[in-house]
């Protein structure tokens, strides 16, 4: 089992930045490739970007490629996300994810465990 949290999230004016991060405890971290998933308000959860268990290979949406950078740090049992160049369509719950398959993981249901989310509000 491992129970995820995220923190960071926020009201933020379009242009600007804003850092979520994701604590896990419980089984090993370093076991689990890790996610961020977004559900804006009447719409799916979509997947925003993924990082494998020892953090050297990374993937994200078409969306966000090029403003969000996902990473980790095992030593402290910690997913990020940084978010630059923030736009009123990146306005959702976000949520970190943990999954124990192998590949490129880019689908909710491969991952196993979920956190609660974290609400970002980009206003224009």
């Known amino acids: 089992q491992v129970h995820l949290v995220e923190s960071g999230g926020g009201l933020v004016q379009a242009g600007g930045s804003l850092r979520l991060s994701c604590a896990a405890s419980?089984?090993?971290?370093?076991?689990?490739?890790m996610g961020w998933f977004r559900q804006a308000p009447g719409k799916e959860r979509e997947f925003v970007a993924r990082i494998d268990r020892i953090g050297t290979n990374t993937f994200y949406a078409t969306s966000v490629t090029g403003r969000f950078t996902i990473s980790r740090d095992n030593a402290a049992n910690t997913l990020y996300l940084q978010m630059n160049s923030l736009k009123p369509d990146d306005t959702a719950v976000y949520y970190c994810?943990?999954?124990?398959?192998?590949?490129?993981?880019?689908?909710?249901?491969?991952?196993?465990?979920w956190g609660q989310g974290t609400q970002v509000t980009v206003s224009s």
């Open positions: 419980g089984r090993t971290f370093s076991s689990y490739a």
């Open positions: 994810a943990a999954s124990g398959r192998l590949g490129l993981v880019t689908e909710g249901h491969e991952y196993h465990y």
